[in-house]
């Protein structure tokens, strides 16, 4: 292990997990378009993405104060049991066997050490992956086909085994070296592949996980071939059409047993094809298949136990994006916010929350399109309205949004321009409204919301309103100062007379890091008292950074 290589502890397994679902986002497109078998339905990129994401969810429940639990294999059960239960699809349930494949050894080292493993090495990783590819093949019945997943699974959990002794770091990019050749064959092995001029789209998936765990551990990401279908590619002579199932459909199995289970696969072979049945840790099962008779395909499972979570979906050709059924909720709203007292006010209110990381010198940095993306998948809505608060530039919300909508997520951003018009944007905020009704009364409630905010001078420089000195409060609004005083009370005070010049029932006032909130609001909340009769304020200490105060008016 190099010096700069970071141990795959608990933290690291849980980055790992971020970074995939991060990466798979990149390349789902990717890894739709190479989506022909085992049914052309161009959706095993997006259903990796939701699995990913399903685990990752269930891993970041367990982070408490305390950071979460430090036990590797803790870390490796949730997200086996996240991926289980979040499973899309064929290429989702193959996905959840390689995770669960990470916990089985790692619950096994954790027994064989007292209870607690502190990381996984080279030698846990290598068994973990060839304990995958049992699994794998186990849930699709014990057959292993050539040049699927299983073949790019099996040839990196071999590298792995054979350079355990050179230290992690090096065994897993022996992992994605091997995963590419095994890739590239896919073809040579499959005629359906050798068709199309593709590589197997689930391979692809599985080097994106793989790439994944190398900048995890090593910081560096390998840069890879863009993979492509062959316009060159002709159909193999002699070779017919076979019309593919109408439906995919999945549901989670419990109290069934390991004798019903296989009763069950054998009548879902007769149903249909792709059938997979994935066994989890606890006893439960994930049950998948393609056939033209959903009805019977649910029967069937009715019969060997409880059912939970059936997903029937409309199998077709050639769609690009997120399958509509993968949502978990109909809306949502996302609001970028500055400060972990933000990301607890506006959590508070429902929203989901997303945080600018700093700069060098410790102030927000911009959201970017992908940030904006990931973040609006990660919210798990069909319908995400978006409250950008001033923290992403107009050409990054644009194409986060448009992405987004390509994907079929109906995506409406608010002209928020700061965290008090978002505060007054997600108080109106309704979610059993039309999405067009609850976007336009978000973006009037936040557009009738004067605000400004107040700033310590740094330097001394000229102004709208004069000269100001380092340590001057200046009031700005509009993006220009309107307002130079001695301190930062004394500038919100004339700020505050500013936006209420033409009335007001509600001030919002939003304290930023670093300065004293008890000795501002308490003066700003005798002066609108004073001066200002009938007109509420409200103080929160969101921690922003930046500006001192930023003021709304409602």
């Known amino acids: 292990m190099g010096s700069s290589d970071r141990l795959l502890d608990a933290p690291a397994l849980r980055d790992w997990a971020h970074t995939a679902v991060s990466d798979l986002i990149t390349h789902i497109d990717e890894i739709n378009r190479l989506n022909v078998f085992p049914v052309a339905d161009s959706d095993t990129g997006a259903n990796m993405l939701f699995t990913m994401r399903s685990a990752l969810a269930e891993a970041n429940a367990g982070i408490g104060a305390d950071g979460g639990p430090r036990c590797v294999a803790r870390v490796a059960s949730a997200l086996s049991a996240g991926a289980l239960n979040g499973a899309r699809g064929n290429s989702g349930v193959i996905l959840s066997q390689i995770l669960r494949g990470i916990a089985d050894v790692t619950a096994t080292a954790a027994a064989e ?20 590819v049992e699994l794998v093949i186990t849930s699709m019945g014990g057959q292993e ?14 590298a792995v085994e054979e350079c355990a002794n050179d230290g992690l770091a090096s065994a897993i990019t022996a992992a994605g070296d091997a995963a590419v050749v095994a890739l ?9 592949l050798a068709d199309a001029g593709a590589v197997d789209a689930g391979g692809r998936g599985l080097l994106v996980l793989l790439d994944a765990l190398r900048s995890t551990v090593g910081g560096q990401p390998p840069a890879r071939t863009v993979y492509e279908l062959s316009p060159r590619a002709q159909p ?5 059409e ?7 459909v999945m549901y989670g199995l419990d109290g069934c047993d390991a004798a019903a289970a296989d009763r069950l696969r054998q009548r879902l072979e007769e149903l249909g094809e792709s059938v997979a049945i994935a066994a989890a840790r606890s006893g439960s099962y994930s049950v998948h298949v393609h056939t033209d008779d ?21 199998l077709s050709s050639g769609v690009v994006g997120l399958p509509a059924g993968g949502w978990t909720k109909e809306r949502a709203v996302l609001a970028v916010v500055d400060g972990d007292g933000a990301a607890e006010l506006f959590a508070g209110e429902g929203a989901h929350v997303l945080q600018p990381a700093p700069d060098a010198g410790d102030q927000a940095t911009g959201i970017s399109a992908h940030q904006l993306m990931r973040a609006v998948v990660d919210a798990g809505a069909a319908q995400v309205m978006v409250l950008p608060n001033g923290y992403v530039a107009a050409e990054e919300l644009v194409a986060g949004c448009t992405a987004a909508i390509g994907w079929g997520i109906d995506v409406v951003p608010i002209p928020t321009a700061s965290m008090v018009q978002g505060l007054a944007a997600l108080a109106v ?22 605000y400004g905010s107040v700033r310590i001078a740094t330097e001394s420089a000229l102004t709208w309103a004069g000269r100001c000195q380092p340590g001057d409060g200046l009031g700005i609004a509009g993006d220009e100062v309107l307002i130079v005083a001695a301190d930062a009370a004394g500038a919100a005070i004339g700020l505050l007379d500013l936006l209420l010049a033409s009335g007001g029932d509600l001030v919002t006032v939003l304290v ?31 921690g922003h950074r930046g500006d001192a105060l930023l003021i709304g008016v409602e």
């Open 113 to 132: 050490s007292g209870g607690e493993l502190s990381h996984l090495d080279a030698v846990l990783l290598g068994a973990a992956l060839q304990r995958a």
């Open 236 to 240: 193999t002579p002699g070779a017919t």
């Open 242 to 248: 076979r019309p593919a199932p109408q439906f995919e």
């Open 512 to 542: 930023g890091a670093g300065l004293d909130d008890a000795s501002v609001t308490g003066v700003l909340h005798e002066h609108v008292h004073d001066h200002h009769p009938g007109t509420e304020l409200v103080t929160y200490r969101t």
């Open 184 to 192: 590239e064959k896919t073809p040579e092995q499959l005629d359906v």
């Open 145 to 158: 086909v050539p040049g699927t997943i299983v073949s790019v699974l099996r040839a990196a959990a071999d």
């Open 429 to 450: 905020h309704e979610t059993d409204r039309q999405a067009v009704d609850d976007g336009y009364t978000m973006a009037r409630a936040a557009g009738s919301a004067r």
């Open 294 to 314: 959903a009805g019977a395909a649910v029967e069937a499972g009715l019969g060997a136990g409880r059912l939970s979570r059936i997903v029937i979906s409309a």
